[in-house]
DNA sequence: CGGTGTCTTGACTCCTCTCAAGTTCGGTGG
DNA sequence: CCACCGAACTTGAGAGGAGTCAAGACACCG
């Protein structure tokens, strides 16, 4: 069971300490390896009975679309996340989500989530809980978009995206690889891609950040963070809470 | 027991089917109930160790603060509502909430939910299921800030109130009661009280909505419903998804 | 009857968007 | 090997939405 953790496995172990039975639902989960290309569509938004996907490997991101046309990106999924899973919870899929780079994840179908909730109560509330840190990372993006002006969001939204890859031991202080494009980035600010570019330009002239060629460099980590009144405490994580 | 069904039972028993065992827990987190002033801020930001608390009576609000004295309002919670459970989920409260309006609620202290959440994993996974429901809201509220207009935010954000509202049984197709100022509508929709004021002013001269001295009116709802691209699809509900 | 909180309105500024041209670069096929 | 192509990235100019500052109106309350 020791070196078959999944980074899901690892990730929930941090919230409830879960019993063999537990376990065995959640490897269960895994059965339906699969692969997507950059770009597939793995969840769509208004669909009834949807397969959640447990990412293994890449990067995905889960979005909305609006009527005129406009995306707004709401979280990206690095490996051990679920993808698409409040569309099993809720009869009708709220939101589209689709691979950022090519990406291995194992489908869930929607009946096998709620039939392993239903069997191993104890592993549901772990899911759950991690769904809620989650959705503390969701409050911080929309403080981004409500508060913040093009700047300070992208050097917020950059920091935080570091210190999420350094959890799951992608990157460092130093800086990390990001796939995004600059049009990924726009649909996430809320930010026009021109207006992206610009301040990107601004920020590594003020010597604070580069992004480019697939590589985020904090140049002045101290000074990004002061730009950003960046904070991490929404990230903490100890032991088990539930024992 | 069916007769003393809180507004909180209602609501998770949409979710999931709760055993004798599982109301009994629910019914302890109502054992302490206690009253607050408008205003009076109930969760504190970074605090350990917080009380959550059920709201029985009256409006709150969640929200963050900016290290500029902005700030920035996640959500607002009606009877029925849990209110700062993310506090008790992990170590450190990562946002505040106050009374908007003279409110009801009961204190549940972070051990007491801890423990009811070991032994009754159900009851947990219900409640976490409800609060995934939450995270569609703020999602729907993200996206809102992200890539609407002024008029169009404030359009969708009434819309979506008076939709929840009606679920509780306040208000209608008409309108509802509405306690907050323009200065709430301000922070939650991350713009300035003053263009809040124009923004009110141009939809009512616009035969669309009204809003004044404490109420909604909806004066021409599907025009509204027009302008903001509403939906009301995630906030669906039906019968319990776990038998 | 002053005072405080809320709401209004006007004038001016500036941040971000849109439109419109390029440029760079990796890949693909002749 | 080179020409071509599309995707991603740049940059400039002009327009407009939303912010700020400032002043006043209104209403409720002790």
Redesign the interface.
């Known amino acids: 069971m020791f070196i078959l953790q999944s980074p899901l496995t690892r990730k929930l172990a941090a919230?409830v300490a879960l019993s063999e039975a537990d376990l065995d639902t959640l490897e269960r989960f895994h059965r339906r390896r699969r692969s997507f290309l950059s770009g597939h569509q793995l969840i769509h938004e208004?669909q009834k009975n949807q397969s959640a996907f447990i990412l293994a490997e890449g990067w995905a991101c889960s979005y909305?679309m609006?009527?005129?046309g406009?995306?707004?990106i709401?979280d990206f999924q690095v490996p051990g996340d679920f993808l698409g899973?409040?569309s099993v919870?809720?009869?009708?899929t709220?939101?589209s989500a689709e691979a950022v780079t090519r990406i291995e994840a194992s489908e869930v179908r929607a009946a096998d989530i709620?039939d392993g909730?239903?069997n191993a109560?104890?592993l549901?509330?772990a899911v759950?809980?991690a769904?809620?840190?989650?959705?503390?990372m969701?409050?911080?993006?929309?403080?981004n978009?409500?508060?913040?002006s093009a700047e300070e969001r992208m050097a917020h939204f950059l920091l935080e995206l570091g210190a999420r890859l350094q959890l799951v031991g992608i990157g460092d202080k130093t800086g990390f690889d990001c796939p995004l494009t600059q049009y990924h980035l726009a649909d996430a600010?809320?930010l026009s891609a021109v207006h992206v570019n610009r301040v990107l330009r601004h920020l590594r002239e003020e010597g604070l950040v580069t992004f480019q060629k697939g590589r985020v460099s904090f140049d002045d980590f101290g000074g990004l963070v002061t730009l950003a009144?960046f904070d991490t405490?929404?990230l903490?994580q100890?032991g088990p809470?539930?024992?």
């Open positions: 919230f208004g909305k609006l009527p005129d406009e995306r707004q709401v899973l409040r919870l809720f009869r009708t709220d939101h709620l909730f239903a109560p104890r549901a509330t759950l809980w769904a809620s840190r989650d959705e503390a969701v409050v911080e993006h929309l403080v978009l409500g508060r913040r600010l809320g009144a405490d929404y903490d100890d809470l539930l024992r």
